[in-house]
Structures are given as C-alpha cells and as structure tokens.
C-alpha cells in the first residue's frame, strides 16, 4: 500500500512539473517571440528625371462659341412656325411670324395721323403767308407816312403768332411721322428672321402660342441658333486653380457621349467673376468660368453635352520626380521629437493641396539605406497625374518608398526595418 502511494505521488509531481516546463517555456517564446522587430512591406522606386505637365482638372459643358437666342421684341400668336429643332438655316431665313392685324392697325391709324396732320400743317402754311402778305403790306405804308403805329404793331404781332402755330404744326407732322415709323418697325417684327447661319438648337414654342415681346420683362426665349461648326467647352475651375491658367494653354477634353476620344482645344477666356455656391455653408465652392476652344469638330456634338477638360497649365522637361504617393507630410515638431504625429484612418493626404496654409507641416519622402527606413525632406514642385518635381531633398537615382498606402502614412518611421517587394503588374493574368 505504501508502494502504490509513493507511485501515485511521483506520478502527480510529473505531471505538475511538465505543466510548470510548459508554461514558462511558453512565456519565455512570447517574450522572445514580442521582443523581434517587426519588419514592413514596402515597394521602391528610383528617383528619376522625367517631364512633368501640370494639369488642371475642370468639369463643364459643350456649347455653340456663336450662337444667338431669339426672342420677340412683340407681343402676340405665332400663325407661322417653319423651323424645327435641328434644322440648318441660312441667315435671313424666316423663323417664326407672330399675328401681324394689331399692329397693321396701328400702322393705318399712324399714317391717318400724319395725312391730317400734313394738312393742318399746310392750312397753317397759308394762314401765315397771308398775315405775312399783309404784314409786308402794312411796314411798306408806314414807311409811306400812310399806317398808324397801332397798325404795324398789330400786324406784327398776328404775324407771330402765325409763325408760332406753323412751326408748332410741323413739331406735330414730325410726331406723326415718328409714330408711322414706330407702328412699321412693330410690324416688321412680327417676321423673325435668321441672324445667322446655324442650327436651331433648342425651340421652346409651337405654333399657336402667344409669345410676350422684349417690353415685358425679358420677353419669351423662343428659340436658340447656333453655329455648330464652332464649339467650345465652359467649364468651372475653382479659385485656387484658376490662378494657374492662361489663355492660349492646351486642353484635352473628354466628352462623356464619345466614351474615350479625346477632344483637343485652347483656352479663350477667363473668367474675371466669380460663380460662389453653397454661401454660408461648409461646403461654400468658389469657381470661375473657364472657355476653351475646341479644334477637333465632330458632326456629333450637341450643345449641353457634359464634358470633363484637363488644362495643361505648366511644362517642366528633364527634371527629378517622384511618384506622387511617396510624398507625404509630418509635423515638423514630430520629426524633431522623432515622434509620429496621429493621423486619421485611411485618409489619403493629398501634398499639392492639403498642405497649403499648413507651415507646420513638413514635406517628405522615405528613402531605403541597408534594408532600413530613412526620412528625406524635401522641396517639391508642380505634378502631374502620377508624378511630381522634386526641387531638393533627393538625388537621382536615390530609392524611395512607393507604396503602401499604409507603410508610408502611418507604419513607417525613421529606422524601421524594410522588406522590398515586387510591384505587381495588373496587366498580368493572375494564375492563381
């Protein structure tokens, strides 16, 4: 009985023992295991000359570079409407042709006014030729001795007054002749007729409509002619990109309706007032109006039509660059404390506009020395879509840090430890 205790009692030290082993040996791997350094995915890229186009990206519309919208300087109902939308019109051809009776009827009544008040005139005519007659008459006795005093004053004064109510007769002829002109100038725009060579663009009325003329408000927008053959792209650049353009800049458009052509045209004119929206609000937008015009025509291209431009503003040849997302930002006190500064998740920090009225923050670039991370300040300049200049900080040929997203914003620090992968290229199959 005393050899079977002793046994079981071994038995129980052996089994607490191995537990004891186990556990300490699983302390000492996870301490061992902690205490190495983690080692981060990186890809590299070499710092080379290249050349660089700015660009600024724009949003807008195609429109007519001529076009005219008519509008009636009469009031009244259309009786004639020979156009259509998308019909081509020589200019001088009828467009529309508004109910001509009211104003033919005060073109009668106008001319009815002027033949009476010719004739008034013409009475009034003999009238003072006949107190001149004798007013004449009068001055020639009295330089006789033969008229009295009284005589020739009265004579004068009949003769003024003769005089005054002829010249006040012909401001009447001339009056009725103004209203005969003002009744014919309506009459004649009741016919509308092309101002140019064009389209009919946009038509807004059918016949039979009753069309309010210029003198209310702005009158009835009836219709749009425009010149096809001449188009161009009005786009809204906003405030802190509209500094960088130039009239004369090349633009490439693209037009959402034509897929991936691409359109090429030439800044005309800039915009000199501002197109503010959402006043009051975070998401206030200041923009100007850019016009670009464009070179290639196609037969296709319809006024309204959404376009996207991308304005080449800047050309720089032979000059270092990198990439654009090795560029990144800290605060400056971080560096010198060697401390990350906290940056929010996943939120991509954009160096050509984020960092602009942030003197805090310093531009910089991971560099590879030794399989270990470094920190390049650096001077940058303009980019373009995928690159950008660096003025100073780097040399050529120096490797940087490309990617990740996640490595460069927020794993790597000055030192850490680096393992360079391949680029994968999307353009091959994945076999897997």
């Known amino acids: 009985m005393a050899n079977g205790k002793q046994k079981k009692s071994k038995k129980k030290l052996f ?86 009776e009211t104003y033919l009827a005060q073109k009668e009544r106008a001319d009815a006014v002027l033949m009476s008040s010719q004739a008034t005139l013409a009475q009034r005519k003999a009238e003072l030729d006949k107190v001149k007659a004798a007013y004449d008459r009068v001055i020639e006795l009295q330089a006789k001795g033969l008229a009295s005093n009284a005589e020739l004053e009265t004579s004068i004064s009949n003769y003024l007054s003769s005089k005054a109510s002829y010249e006040a007769q012909e401001s009447s002829v001339l009056q009725s002749k103004a209203s005969v002109k003002e009744a014919i100038d309506k009459l004649s725009k009741t016919s509308i007729y092309s101002p140019m060579d064009g389209t009919i663009s946009q038509l807004n009325i059918e016949k039979g409509e009753r069309v309010l003329g210029s003198g209310f408000s702005q009158g009835t927008n009836i219709m749009t002619v425009s010149d096809l053959n001449n188009m161009e792209a009005t786009v809204e650049v906003d405030e802190n990109d509209v500094v960088l353009i130039s009239a004369g800049d090349t633009a490439r458009i693209e037009i959402d309706a034509f897929g991936n052509k691409v359109f090429k045209g030439i800044v005309t004119k800039i915009g000199n007032t501002a197109k503010t929206a959402g006043v009051g609000t975070q998401d206030q937008v200041v923009n100007f109006e850019v016009r670009i015009k464009l070179i290639d025509i196609d037969k296709n291209l319809r006024p309204g039509m959404s376009c996207t431009a991308k304005i080449e503003t800047e050309t720089i040849k032979n000059v270092l660059s990198v990439p654009l997302q090795s560029v990144t930002a800290r605060n400056e006190s971080a560096l010198l404390n060697g401390k990350d500064e906290p940056k929010e998740k996943d939120k991509p920090l954009n160096v050509k506009h984020e960092t602009k009225g942030k003197p805090k923050l310093q531009e910089i670039v991971f560099t590879i020395s030794n399989g270990k991370a470094d920190i390049a300040k650096v001077k940058t300049g303009i980019s373009d879509d995928n690159y950008i200049r660096i003025i100073s900080g780097l040399d050529e040929n120096q490797e940087v840090v490309t990617g990740s997203y996640r490595a460069i914003s927020r794993e790597l620090k000055k030192g850490s430890t680096v393992r360079v992968e391949k680029k994968k290229d999307m353009r091959k199959p994945d076999n897997n």
Do not use: C, H, W
């Open 15 to 100: 089994i607490f023992g191995g537990i004891g082993i186990l556990v300490v040996a699983l302390i000492l791997i996870a301490l061992l295991g902690g205490s190495k350094e983690s080692i981060i995915a990186v890809q590299i890229e070499k710092v080379m000359k290249r050349d660089i186009t700015q660009t600024v990206t724009a949003t807008g519309t195609i429109n007519s570079e001529f076009k005219v919208v008519i509008t009636p300087e009469v009031t009244g109902e259309i009786i004639n409407l020979p156009v259509e939308e998308g019909l081509m019109v020589k200019k001088g051809a009828l467009l529309i042709q508004i109910q001509a």
